[in-house]
């Protein structure tokens, strides 16, 4: 089964600073990848997912992805951060069916 | 919008005590999945269900059980729960057989194992 690994616990940023959480998978086949958010106390969330074509794709709230096949990669990346965004975020991968990694805690202080 | 209802949101269940975990979702989804989130863990998948009657073990199937009688509903059994389970547990449904949608999740029950 495919696995998912994500690098970072927590990241606290400021206000504006730019943002990149990292995701790399294992499974040699074709996957579909996603990223999910869950803000606190509510459920989770789909930013955005990947299939195929463009590799680098566009969510909701300003959040885009980079799929790098050669890397096993699926970065997720934001040029500003807002408070808004604190909330963990969860890569997955979908090779039949979905695994997600640990999550990464983000904090955006005011 | 696509419902998916998990019967209770919190459970407080005694160790060795059988539970039942319950989802229902709306919208004639095939795929059905129950996982466990834990700090610092993520999600870890328990079962899923391709179709009624159909079940597959996921990463941390020991200790659960499943029953998927109609499509619409997909149970988690402990059969005998351990403070070990204690976790917020999450149902997901997802509208085809392999891969490329979406999961919508239920809102979670979060089950104390004293």
């Known amino acids: 089964a495919q696995s998912v690994s994500q690098h970072n616990h927590h990241v606290i940023l400021s206000e504006a600073a730019s943002l990149e959480l990292g995701c790399n998978y294992s499974y040699g086949g074709t996957v579909n990848l996603f990223w999910y958010v869950q803000y606190p106390g509510q459920h989770l969330q789909l930013l955005l997912k990947?299939?195929?074509?463009?590799?680098l794709v566009k969510g909701i709230k300003g959040f885009e992805a980079e799929f790098i096949k050669s890397k096993f990669s699926f970065n997720l990346r934001k040029p500003s951060v807002q408070w808004s965004d604190t909330a963990e975020y969860f890569c997955a991968v979908n090779a039949g069916d979905m695994r997600f990694g640990a999550g990464t805690r983000l904090t955006v202080k005011p | 919008d696509v419902k998916v209802t998990q019967s209770s949101r919190y459970l407080v269940k005694r160790t060795g005590e059988k539970v039942f975990l319950e989802c229902v979702q709306d919208?004639?989804?095939?795929?059905m999945f129950w996982y466990r989130q834990d700090p610092g863990l993520g999600l870890r998948l328990i079962y899923f269900s391709y179709d009624v009657k159909m079940k597959e073990k996921g990463d941390i199937p020991e200790g659960y059980s499943v029953s998927r009688e109609k499509k619409e509903r997909f149970s988690l059994i402990l059969e005998s729960a351990s403070t070990n389970q204690t976790s917020m547990y999450l149902c997901a449904s997802s509208p085809v057989a392999r891969g490329n949608e979406k999961l919508f999740f239920g809102s979670g029950t979060q089950l104390s194992v004293l």
């Open positions: 919208m004639d989804h095939e795929n």
């Open positions: 990947y299939f195929s074509g463009d590799p």
